[in-house]
C-alpha cells in the first residue's frame, strides 16, 4: 500500500495537529502500489541487496564482533566503505541511497530500492529516528547492515500492513550522495 510521499506527509501533519512528521522509506517518493504481485526481477547489472549478509546476520545477533552499536539503541554492520575523505549527511541535507528493509523477526523485503534498481532520496530528517540516526553516521559510498529497535523505527504504531506494531527492523542502505 505504497501512495507518494506528499500525500503520507500531508495526512501525517494533519494527524499530529501540524508538529513535525516522519517520512516512511517504505514509501518511496512517486510509487503507487496497485496490486499484490511481485516485484520484477531485476534487470542484468542492477543493484542487490547482499543476501549473504542478510543470511549471516538476520536475525540480528547483537553480540557479533563485528556489531557496532550507537548509544541510542542502533546498531550496525559495516558491509562497505566509502572513501575516507567522505562527508556524512547533516539533519538538514538530504541522502541518496539504496536501501532494503525487513523485519527482524524474518520475512521478505517490505520496501527494497535495490529492487527497485533505483536510488531514492530521503531528507535526513524526515524519516524514522533510527534510519535518520544511520544516515548521519554514513558517508557516500559506505553500505551496512542497521539494525533498528522498535522505539527508533515505527514503535506501537507500525506503518501500514508490512510493518506490525513494535517491530524491530533490519535495513541494508548503500549512501550514494548527500544533497
Known amino acids: 500500500m505504497r501512495i507518494v510521499i ?3 506527509f500531508a495526512i501525517s501533519l494533519t494527524a499530529c ?6 517520512i ?3 514509501t518511496p517518493s512517486g510509487t503507487a502500489e496497485t496490486t499484490g504481485a511481485a516485484a520484477p526481477a531485476p534487470e542484468t547489472g542492477a543493484k542487490m541487496a547482499d543476501s549473504a549478509a542478510w543470511a549471516k546476520h538476520v536475525p540480528w545477533n547483537s553480540d557479533a564482533a563485528e556489531v557496532q552499536k550507537t548509544g541510542s539503541g542502533v546498531e550496525y554492520v559495516v558491509l562497505a566503505s566509502g572513501p575516507a575523505d567522505g ?6 541535507q538530504d541522502a541518496e541511497v539504496y536501501y532494503e528493509g525487513r523485519l527482524n523477526a524474518g520475512g521478505p523485503a517490505f520496501d527494497s530500492a535495490f529492487e527497485r534498481n533505483r536510488t531514492e532520496t530521503f531528507p535526513v530528517a524526515a524519516v524514522v529516528p533510527g534510519f535518520s540516526e544511520a544516515l548521519q553516521l554514513m558517508k557516500p559510498g559506505d553500505r551496512w547492515l ?3 529497535p522498535s522505539d527508533l523505527g515505527y514503535g506501537a504504531r507500525g506503518a501500514g500492513r508490512d510493518i506490525p506494531p513494535n517491530s524491530d527492523l533490519v535495513f541494508e542502505i548503500e549512501m550514494v550522495g548527500v544533497h
Open 6 to 8: 506528499a500525500v503520507a
Open 17 to 22: 495537529n501540524g508538529q513535525s512528521a516522519t
Open 24 to 26: 516512511d522509506p517504505a
Open 87 to 92: 562527508a556524512p549527511p547533516a539533519s538538514s
Open 146 to 148: 542497521v539494525y533498528i
